[in-house]
């Protein structure tokens, strides 16, 4: 009999000890799981780099917790998407920021806020005015807004990618939920029979340390669902391609079912606006655009490209 009741105190006692925990502490409050007391120490959660935490997004808890090293912020997952648990002072009493951030029309009147840079910069050239009937799509803008737009053609068949890069933006003052965005189109010049292949790109690049290290978030390719070649639209197409920066890197391409060669797209087919969302309101925030292509008749054409915070 004595053996059992201590078996029964000793399982009553273990429940107790279990139910809450303290580090330094006797008792810890009934509404915590663990308590931690000290006068002299923090509580150290783990380190990560960034590429680290964007690892985890796909088997990341709700809940979890870590500290991201390169962007010296504590990082939440809410289920979604890492959120920032804590800021900093912006000097408008604490209360982050939201709105346009920067915008690049490419219009004489803007300031230049990008450099051009990887395997052909020279190949990029301001466009406007509007395509001939020597072009396809034929009599349409080479531009969305303003006046001009900002071109890429390059014609040398083993070429790699090339970017505008922006300049290195302190987001800190904004909200953790930015925007990259800008409008896109196809062209054949020259010829009413060239286009975009699938080896053909626009891409969006976002680094959070001042561009040492990139993630590729969202890459459109030319041709499209199906087999075809020498794909083309205007700016008037109304189709979209978006991707969250938490999520991996992914490719667009118009789900134009066509097969053969010589597609003018229209409508929701014709990709005309690429966006990242959910980025990161990093101190060292660098955004670019990489562009591919591999024959002097095919243009792309960028234009309204903008980052915003919500």
Same mark, same amino acid.
């Given at each position: 009999?004595?053996?059992?009741?201590?078996?029964?105190?000793?399982?009553?006692?273990?429940?107790?000890?279990?139910?809450?925990?303290?580090?330094?502490?006797?008792?810890?409050?009934?509404?915590?799981?663990?308590?931690?007391?000290?006068?002299?120490?923090?509580?150290?959660?783990?380190?990560?780099?960034?590429?680290?935490?964007?690892?985890?997004?796909?088997?990341?808890?709700?809940?979890?917790?870590?500290?991201?090293?390169?962007?010296?912020?504590?990082?939440?997952?809410?289920?979604?998407?890492?959120?920032?648990?804590?800021?900093?002072?912006?000097?408008?009493?604490?209360?982050?920021?939201?709105?346009?951030?920067?915008?690049?029309?490419?219009?004489?009147?803007?300031?230049?806020?990008?450099?051009?840079?990887?395997?052909a910069p020279s190949s990029f050239n301001f466009t406007s005015g509007s395509t001939t009937n020597s072009d396809a799509p034929a009599s349409v803008a080479l531009f969305s807004e303003g006046a001009r737009g900002f071109g890429y053609s390059n014609a040398n068949s083993s070429a790699t990618t090339s970017y505008v890069e922006f300049?290195?933006?302190?987001?800190?003052?904004?909200?953790?939920?930015?925007?990259?965005?800008?409008?896109?189109?196809?062209?054949?010049?020259?010829?009413?029979?060239?286009?975009?292949?699938?080896?053909?790109?626009?891409?969006?690049?976002?680094? *959070?340390?001042?561009? #040492? @290290?990139?993630?590729?978030?969202? !890459? +459109? &390719? $030319?041709?499209?669902?199906? /087999?075809?070649?020498? =794909?083309?639209?205007?700016?008037?197409?109304?189709?979209?391609?978006?991707?969250?920066?938490?999520?991996?890197?992914?490719?667009? *391409?118009?789900?134009? #079912? @066509?097969?053969?060669?010589?597609? !003018? +797209? &229209? $409508?929701?087919?014709?990709? /005309?606006?690429?966006? =990242?969302?959910?980025?990161?309101?990093?101190?060292?925030?660098?955004?670019?655009?990489?562009?591919?292509?591999?024959?002097?008749?095919?243009?792309?054409?960028?234009?309204?490209?903008?980052?915003?915070?919500?």
């Open positions: 009999m004595t053996k059992k009741l201590f078996i029964i105190s000793l399982i009553s006692a273990s429940t107790a000890i279990f139910s809450q925990v303290g580090i330094n502490v006797e008792n810890p409050h009934v509404s915590s799981a663990l308590e931690i007391s000290s006068d002299s120490k923090g509580f150290l959660v783990p380190r990560l780099t960034t590429a680290a935490v964007n690892s985890l997004s796909g088997t990341a808890s709700e809940g979890l917790i870590v500290y991201d090293k390169e962007q010296k912020k504590f990082l939440g997952w809410n289920g979604t998407k890492w959120v920032d648990l804590g800021f900093e002072s912006s000097g408008n009493g604490g209360n982050l920021q939201t709105g346009v951030i920067f915008s690049q029309r490419f219009e004489t009147s803007d300031s230049v806020n990008y450099t051009t840079a990887g395997f300049n290195t933006i302190d987001a800190s003052p904004y909200t953790n939920n930015i925007t990259f965005s800008f409008d896109v189109a196809a062209f054949s010049i020259g010829s009413t029979g060239n286009g975009m292949e699938n080896t053909d790109i626009v891409s969006i690049d976002v680094s *959070t340390d001042g561009g #040492t @290290n990139y993630n590729t978030k969202l !890459t +459109l &390719t $030319g041709g499209n669902s199906s /087999t075809a070649t020498n =794909v083309r639209w205007a700016f008037t197409g109304s189709g979209t391609g978006t991707n969250s920066y938490a999520a991996s890197g992914i490719t667009v *391409t118009s789900s134009n #079912t @066509n097969t053969g060669s010589g597609i !003018t +797209l &229209t $409508g929701a087919q014709a990709i /005309t606006k690429l966006s =990242v969302t959910g980025i990161p309101n990093s101190s060292q925030l660098k955004l670019r655009i990489g562009v591919r292509n591999n024959a002097s008749t095919e243009l792309w054409v960028i234009d309204n490209v903008k980052l915003q915070a919500f």
